[in-house]
C-alpha cells in the first residue's frame, strides 16, 4: 500500500476533522503545507481559474493532472485532486483520469455528481455509482464521492443525499461530500446515518470546525473560498493602484518568507 494513501485515509475520523484549506497551485499549497495542512486538498474552480478556464468540467484532464503533479511533486504532506466529474462520461473515462491522477501522486480524489450539460442538476444515481465505482478501482486512492443535491438546490434534498451516499458507499466510495449542508443538526443525522467519513464544505458564517467535529464530520474544506479570497486581494490592490495610485492593499507576508518556501 502507498504509504501516503494510508496516512491520508487514516486522517479521516468522525468526530476529529482533518481540515483541508484548499490549494490551487503548488504555491498555495506549499503555503497550506506551511500553516500546518496535515493534507493538501485541490480546489477545481481555484485550478480551473488559474490556467485560464471556468469551473464546471470546462478545463482539459492533461492540464488538470499536470497540476496535480506539480502539487503532488512540491509537498510533502497527502495530496487528494477535486477532478470534477472527472473529465470524462463514461465509467471507464473516470478510471483513466483517476488513474492519471493517482500517478501524478494524489492518494485522494473528489468526484461530483452534478450534470453539467445534461438537463437534469444531477447526473442518474445508477450512471454515478458505475462512475464511483470506476474510480474506486484504482488502487491506493481514497475515493470522496460528492453530492450536489444542496448546492443545485433539489428538492427534500436530505433524503435524496441519504440515498446517493448509500449507492455511491455501496459502489465503493471511501468518504462522502455534501457541500452546502450547513445545518448542524442535519449534519448530525447524516453522520450518524452513514457508515464513512462525512465532508463538509465551510465559507463565512458556516458552523466552526469545532461545532462540526461535535456533528460527527470528519472532514472540513473550503472548497474555492481561498482563492477567491486570493483573487479579491489581488483585484483591490489592481484597483487601487490602478484608481487611486496608492499601495494600501498590497501589504503582506514577508517577500523572504514566502520565497523561502521554495527551497
Do not use: C
Request: no cysteine; aromatic share 6%; hydrophobic share 50%.
Amino acid at each position: 500500500m502507498n504509504a501516503k494513501h494510508g496516512e491520508f485515509a487514516a486522517l479521516h475520523r468522525k468526530g476529529e476533522p482533518l481540515v483541508l484549506p484548499n490549494a490551487w497551485d503548488a504555491a498555495s499549497a506549499l503555503i497550506v503545507e506551511a500553516a500546518g495542512a496535515r493534507a493538501v486538498a485541490t480546489t477545481s474552480a481555484g485550478v480551473a481559474w488559474s490556467l485560464g478556464s471556468p469551473d464546471g468540467d470546462r478545463l482539459s484532464r492533461d492540464r488538470a493532472v499536470d497540476l496535480v503533479a506539480r502539487i503532488a511533486a512540491a509537498v510533502r504532506v497527502p495530496v487528494t485532486a477535486d477532478i470534477e466529474g472527472g473529465y470524462a462520461t463514461k465509467p471507464e473515462g473516470v478510471r483513466e483520469t483517476a488513474s492519471l491522477v493517482a500517478e501524478a501522486g494524489a492518494v485522494g480524489v473528489n468526484i461530483e455528481d452534478a450534470d453539467h450539460d445534461g438537463g437534469a442538476p444531477l447526473l442518474e444515481i445508477g450512471a454515478q455509482a458505475d462512475r464511483i465505482a470506476a474510480a474506486a478501482s484504482v488502487a491506493d486512492l481514497f475515493v470522496n464521492a460528492r453530492i450536489d443535491t444542496y448546492l443545485r438546490g433539489l428538492a427534500s434534498p436530505f433524503d435524496e443525499t441519504v440515498k446517493r451516499a448509500e449507492a455511491y458507499l455501496a459502489a465503493g466510495a471511501h468518504g462522502i461530500f455534501v457541500p452546502g449542508l450547513a445545518d448542524t443538526d442535519a449534519i448530525s443525522t447524516l453522520t450518524a446515518r452513514l457508515d464513512a467519513p462525512v465532508n463538509i464544505m465551510v465559507w463565512p458564517g458556516a458552523p466552526s470546525v469545532s461545532a462540526l467535529a461535535a456533528a460527527g464530520v470528519a472532514r472540513v474544506s473550503a472548497g474555492s473560498g481561498l482563492a477567491q479570497a486570493a483573487y479579491t486581494t489581488a483585484r483591490r490592490g489592481a484597483e487601487e493602484m490602478l484608481r487611486l495610485g496608492t499601495y494600501d492593499a498590497l501589504a503582506g507576508d514577508d517577500f523572504g518568507a514566502l520565497n523561502g518556501l521554495f527551497g
